[in-house]
């Protein structure tokens, strides 16, 4: 692998990871609605981020690569990437809770963020229960999709795109470090 930095400026760290990422989205998601600063300078500068890390993607991506993104602090890059690349394999996976409907309708760039996450040919949440919160905001606030969910992963199809969703818990093997723990040594 070769990595390749994506560099900020001060006003790019505040606004998209200090603003947009960690003063609206983890709070919001996590159902801490009082700690939400929904200030728009912070969505223009999280759009802005997106974008120039989009365009490092496509700078070194080939055309049999899998892209694969994550968490909240990017969910627009398939977004950019796919206005240069409708080719390109994108999943992204959440790291974080996804909010039902009722705390996700607070977010007043909530649509955005939705067609945004459908830019992925994967997605991938971190429980079932996430998986079911998306799959309902999506029912509720973009009706033009169709959803199939007739296994554990879901198909959503959206004009000619089909973004396959599903959970895929991700963890730590606690047996293991709770034993290391417990050893002598």
């Known amino acids: 692998y070769e990595l390749v930095p994506v560099l900020l400026s001060d006003d790019e760290v505040k606004g998209f990871y200090e603003g947009f990422a960690n003063a609206i989205l983890w709070p919001l998601f996590h159902d801490l609605l009082g700690r939400c600063n929904f200030d728009p300078a912070f969505w223009y500068a999280y759009l802005q981020v997106n974008e120039k890390f989009a365009r490092c993607v496509l700078k070194a991506a080939r055309e049999d ?25 994108l ?19 909530r649509g955005q963020i939705l067609k945004a996450l459908l830019a992925y040919d994967l997605l991938g949440f971190q429980t079932p229960r996430d998986t079911r919160n998306f799959l309902s905001c999506l029912r509720h606030l973009l009706p033009e999709v169709e959803i199939d969910e007739g296994g554990p992963i879901a198909a959503v199809h959206l004009g000619a795109r089909t973004v396959r969703v599903g959970a895929f818990p991700i963890g730590i093997d606690f047996r293991a470090f709770d034993e290391s723990a417990r050893s002598p040594e």
């Open 65 to 89: 690569d899998f892209i694969w993104v994550q968490d909240y602090q990017l969910i627009h890059v398939a977004e950019y990437v796919r206005r240069s690349n409708e080719d390109l394999r």
């Open 91 to 109: 999943g992204f996976f959440l790291h974080v809770p996804f909010p039902p409907l009722d705390i996700l309708l607070k977010l007043p760039w």
